[in-house]
C-alpha cells in the first residue's frame, strides 16, 4: 500500500486542462468547466457541453499506474458494452481513453467519463436498494469471463490485511494496546478469511458500491461510476461494502433479493461478507492514514484520527462479527 505521495498536491487549473485535453475528442466544445470534487486520490471537473455533460478525472500523481487506470477503464467499456448502466469513458481520437498530462511533480493520469445526473440513491428506499443489487450483480456476471492485457492491483488477504497492518502499526507505537490489538484482529480476520476463500467466488469487483458512487435518475434508472478501488477479488468483499451501505437487516435482504434476481449468492458469500466488512475497516483506516496529510491539507495523522477509526474498528466486530472476541 505505500505509496510516494506528496504532501500537497494542488488540483490543475480547469481552464488549462479543457484547452489541454478536449481538442483530442470528437465532442461539441464546452462551455463551461469547473472543479466539482477535489480529493486525495483523483481529482474530478464537471464538463459542460451543449449536448451534455462530461466527468474529468484526473489522477495524482504516483496514485495508480497507467496499467490500473487502463485496466479500470477497459473494465467499464466491457460493462456498457454488455449494457450494465455505468458512466463509461470517452474514447480519444487516438483510441486511447485515457491520456498522461505534463504536471509538477510529475504526470497526471486523466480519463473523461459520461456524467451520471440524477439523485445519491436513497438507501431507505427499498426499490433503490434492490436496483443496487440488480445492477451489483450485473457487474460481476459481465465480468465472470473478462480478460485485459493489463495488470492491475488484487482485492487479496495481502492488499486488505497484511499491507494495511503495516501501515497502521508505527501510527500506534506511543499507543501499544492499540497498536496489540490492531495486530490481533488482523491476524485472526486473516486466519479466518483464508479458511473460506477456496469457497469463494473469484472475479472482478467495483470494489467501493455505495451510494455515493451512484445516481439515480427521475425515472428510476441506477448508474454507477467511480471504479478506481475496484479489481480482481472476492465478491464477498465487494458484497461487503454494500452491506454496510444498506444499514440495517431488512434493507440488506432486499439487496440480496435483488442481487439473485440476476445471480445466485450462496451462504458461503454471504457469511464471509461479515469478515470482509470488518477487514475492509483495516483497510479503510491504512488508507486515510498514508493519505490523511494530502487529503486534509496537511494535517497529520493524531489521536482523534485514530480513536475515531479504532473505534469503528471495535463497533463492526461487535455488530457484524461478534465470535472475534479480540480486546
Known amino acids: 500500500m505505500k505509496r510516494d505521495l506528496p ?5 490543475l487549473a480547469v481552464e488549462g486542462l479543457v484547452a489541454d485535453l478536449w481538442p483530442h475528442y470528437d465532442l461539441a466544445p464546452p462551455s463551461r468547466g469547473e472543479l466539482i470534487q477535489p480529493g486525495g486520490f483523483t481529482d474530478h471537473y464537471l464538463i459542460s457541453t451543449p449536448e451534455g455533460d462530461y466527468v474529468l478525472r484526473v489522477y495524482r500523481q504516483g496514485w495508480r499506474t497507467a496499467d490500473d487506470v487502463a485496466y479500470e477503464l477497459a473494465v467499464l467499456a466491457h460493462l456498457e458494452g454488455c449494457g450494465v448502466p455505468v458512466c463509461a469513458p470517452i474514447i480519444r481520437r487516438d483510441g486511447a481513453y485515457h491520456c498522461a498530462i505534463p504536471a509538477s511533480g510529475g504526470p497526471r493520469l486523466a480519463a473523461l467519463f459520461l456524467c451520471a445526473r440524477g439523485q445519491k440513491p436513497d438507501a431507505t428506499d427499498r426499490e433503490v436498494i434492490r ?16 480478460t485485459c492485457e493489463y495488470r492491475r492491483f488484487h482485492l487479496d488477504l495481502e492488499h486488505l490485511l497484511d499491507q494495511p497492518r503495516e501501515t497502521i502499526l508505527p501510527y500506534l507505537v506511543h499507543r501499544p494496546p492499540d497498536a496489540a490489538f490492531v495486530e490481533v484482529v488482523a491476524s485472526e480476520l486473516h486466519a479466518g478469511l483464508a479458511a473460506q476463500v477456496e469457497r469463494l467466488d473469484w472475479g472482478y469487483c467495483h470494489g467501493d458500491f455505495h451510494g455515493g458512487n451512484a445516481r439515480v435518475n427521475a425515472d428510476g434508472t441506477l448508474r454507477v461510476f467511480d471504479f478506481d478501488c475496484g479489481g480482481l477479488g472476492w465478491r464477498a468483499y465487494d458484497l461487503s461494502v454494500c452491506r454496510l451501505y444498506c444499514g440495517d437487516d431488512a434493507r440488506w435482504e432486499v439487496f440480496c433479493r435483488g442481487y439473485q434476481e440476476v ?10 461478507v461479515l469478515w470482509f466488512v470488518v477487514a475492509r ?16 491539507g496537511g494535517s497529520p495523522v493524531d489521536d482523534g484520527f485514530l480513536d475515531q477509526h479504532l473505534g469503528i474498528l471495535r463497533e463492526r466486530m461487535s455488530r457484524y462479527l461478534p465470535e472475534l472476541a479480540v480486546g
Open 7 to 11: 504532501v500537497v498536491h494542488p488540483p
Open 281 to 296: 475497516q483495516i483497510w479503510r483506516m491504512a488508507l486515510f492514514a498514508e493519505h490523511w496529510p494530502l487529503m486534509s
Open 263 to 272: 445471480r445466485s449468492l450462496p451462504e458461503a458469500t454471504r457469511a464471509a
Open 131 to 146: 436496483a443496487c443489487g440488480r445492477v451489483m450483480a450485473m457487474i460481476h456476471r459481465h465480468t465472470d469471463d473478462f
